[in-house]
């Protein structure tokens, strides 16, 4: 079964930063481009980021350029990203998901940041 | 990288068909035939419906099917059932690498 669990949410202040990851089975992780996309409560969907299957290319929403890192380990079948600077309109459930071209299939169950003081 | 424009709602009764509306332009919707569909519940992660403007992945009922014309995509499900209420969202290719979503549309069964 092809399956993507998200780790690593919480509650953190205004300036600080936290590193989300995402354990992804059955399927070959290192042939497909993974994405970030993200929910804020009561919002609509957002992309985030995405990563080739090799880490060579690497792209963001413009709001996140600079603050938020993208990245993968493709021998621990593994997807993070590592905010910083967070600021309270980055509250949202951030979700991975595998993604080809415009389709994003499967999701994870997501992890809910909160940035708040 | 702007959102693609879908109606705040849509409603039917039970065995109707309604259509959701998804409008963007010449750099996404329009330039590209990467259109996809989510259906989303309460508390859940979004499923795809439809991908690559008409493709159904394995699983979801062929009640739902998507279609293109010019800078507008559309989602029509017909025999409208209880469980298809929820949010809907659109999604579409702008270029590589982006990608950019709809505001989302919340489908009522009446």
């Known amino acids: 079964e092809v399956q993507l669990v998200e780790s690593g949410g919480g509650l953190v202040q205004p300036g600080g930063s936290l590193r989300l990851s995402c354990a992804a089975s059955g399927f070959t992780f290192s042939s497909y481009w993974m994405s970030w996309v993200r929910q804020a409560p009561g919002k609509g969907l957002e992309w985030v980021a995405n990563?080739?299957?090799?880490?060579?290319?690497?792209t963001y929403v413009d709001s996140v350029k600079g603050r938020f890192t993208i990245s993968r380990d493709n021998a621990k079948n593994s997807l993070y990203l590592q905010m910083n600077s967070l600021r309270a309109e980055d509250t949202a459930i951030y979700y991975c998901?595998?993604?080809?071209?415009?389709?994003?299939?499967?999701w994870g169950q997501g992890t809910l940041v909160t940035v708040s003081s | 990288q702007s959102a693609l424009t879908q109606p705040r709602s849509v409603s039917g009764s039970p065995g109707q068909s309604v259509t959701i509306s998804c409008t963007g332009t010449?750099?996404?919707?329009?330039?590209?035939?990467?259109v996809s569909w989510y259906q989303q519940h309460p508390g859940k992660a979004p499923k795809p419906m439809i991908y690559?403007?008409?493709k159904r992945p394995s699983g979801v009922p062929d009640r739902f099917s998507g279609s293109k014309s010019g800078n507008t995509a559309s989602l029509t499900i017909t025999g409208l059932q209880a469980e298809d209420e929820g949010d809907y969202y659109c999604?579409?290719?702008?270029?590589?690498?982006?990608?950019?979503f709809g505001g989302g549309t919340k489908l009522t069964v009446l």
């Open positions: 010449s750099s996404d919707v329009g330039g590209y035939n990467y």
């Open positions: 690559d403007v008409s």
């Open positions: 990563i080739k299957q090799d880490g060579s290319e690497k």
């Open positions: 998901a595998r993604v080809h071209m415009a389709t994003f299939d499967p």
């Open positions: 999604c579409s290719y702008a270029g590589s690498p982006y990608v950019v």
